[in-house]
C-alpha cells in the first residue's frame, strides 16, 4: 500500500500529538537566548533572560528546517506533502514554508490558513484525516481549506498589551479611533478578540473571568449555529479554566463532538500574554 500524502505544520498549532503530523517549530527569543516553541515551562535561558528584563519576542523557522522535513518526508515514500501554516498576516512562518517547497523533492502544497492556535489546529486535523483516508494531495489540500473558511477563532486575554506591542492587532469594533476605552477601563477590562481576514481584531470587553467564559461559549453556540461542530480549546496556564470552559461548550453545543484542550506553546505567549483562554468551532456544512 503506497504511503499517504504527508501533512506538515508549525508548533503555532499546539496539536494533540496523537495526530500523525511533522511539527517545525517556531523560535522564541529573549536577549541573547533563542529556543524551539514548546508548551510548558519556559526553557532555562528563556526564562533567566526575562528575568533580566528581556523581551519574549519570535521568529519564523528557517526554510531549511522545512527542507528537511519535506526530504523526510519524501524519504519515507509520500508522494506529496501538504503544509499547513498560521496566518501570512501574523508571521513569516508561511514564506519560509514556500522557500522549501520550492526545492522539495517531492510537490509541496502550502496552505495559508489564515488562522492560529486552536483554529490551525482544527485546520491541520482535517488535512491530517483526509491524509489518513488515503485521499491524494489536491483533496488533502481542499479538506484543509474547507476547514478554514468554516472556522471561528475566539478568545479572551489578560490584556491586550503584548499584540500591540508586536503589532499583530488590526482594525476592529474596538480596535481604535473615537471612542477608545479609556486607560482605567482598559485596566478593569480584559478583551475578547477573533480573527478575521488572518488578522486579530477585538470584539468587546469583558470585566471577569466568567463572563469571558461566558462569552467564548454564547459566541462558539452562534457560529456553530446548531450544526454538528469540531471544536478545541486553547489556554496558558489556566487548565482549571479551560476545564470549565469545555464544560459550558459541551452543554451549549450539544452537537459537538469531543472537544479537545490544549496548552499554547511558547511563542503564542509571547504575543498574548499569560491567561489566554480560547475557543476555535468548526460547524459542518
Known sequence: MPAPVAVVTDSSASLDPSLAVTVVPLRVLAGGAVADDAAGPLPAAIAAELARGERLSTTRPAPERFAAAYAAAAAAGAPAVVSVHLSGELS?????AQLAAANAPVPVHVVDTRTIGAGLGLVVAAAARAAAAGQPASQVVQ???RQ???LGSFFALDSQAQLRAGGRLGAGP???GRGRPTAG???RSRPLLTITDGRVVIL??????AAAQDRLTQQAAVHAAGRRSDLAVQHIGNPGAAAELRRRLAAAIPA??????TEAGTAILAHTGPGLLAVAVAPED
Not at 204 to 209: C, G, P
Open 148 to 150: 478554514a473558511a468554516r
Open 92 to 96: 513569516g512562518t508561511l514564506g519560509s
Open 174 to 176: 474596538l480596535g481604535g
Open 143 to 145: 479538506a484543509a481549506r
Open 185 to 187: 477601563a482598559l485596566l
Open 204 to 209: 468587546e470587553r469583558v470585566r471577569t473571568l
Open 256 to 261: 459537538a463532538g469531543p472537544i479537545p484542550v
